[in-house]
Nanobody, 124 residues
Framework: QVQLVESGGGLVQAGASLRLSCVAS????????MGWFRQAAGKERDFVAA????????NYADSVKGRFTISRDNAKNTVYLQMDSLQPEDTAVYFC?????????????????WGQGTRVTVSS
């Protein structure tokens, strides 16, 4: 089975940085892309960023563009989310997910496999 495990979340102050990691099982590479989503308390799960495995094409939500950077290391079956200039609005549980070919890249329904999530809390 495809398994995804996120790490790197924590408690930080506004303006700080964090780097999230998502280690995927080998079977995850049958997917064409990986994405990061986040879900704040009482809100829907929102798209954050995505990256293609083969070409490294990236996609970012407007709310994080210029502050967050998604990257991948194919040899390590790992994707990263470098988060800079964190704001309280970034507080959420962050999920790594494997994209389903042909599906939406920016909607949760386009992804078939999910990690357990890692919590990010940004204080003022």
């Amino acid at each position: 089975q495809v398994q995804l495990v996120e790490s790197g979340g924590g408690l930080v102050q506004a303006g700080a940085s964090l780097r999230l990691s998502c280690v995927a099982s080998a079977r995850t590479f049958s997917s064409d892309a990986m994405g990061w989503f986040r879900q704040a308390a009482g809100k829907e799960r929102d798209f954050v960023a995505a990256i293609g495995w083969s070409y490294g094409t990236t996609n970012y939500a407007d709310s994080v563009k210029g502050r967050f950077t998604i990257s991948r290391d194919n040899a390590k079956n790992t994707v990263y989310l470098q988060m800079d200039s964190l704001q309280p609005e970034d507080t959420a549980v962050y999920f790594c997910a494997a994209h389903r070919r042909g599906a939406s890249m920016t909607s949760a329904i386009g992804y078939s496999y999910w990690g357990q999530g890692t919590r990010v809390t940004v204080s003022s």
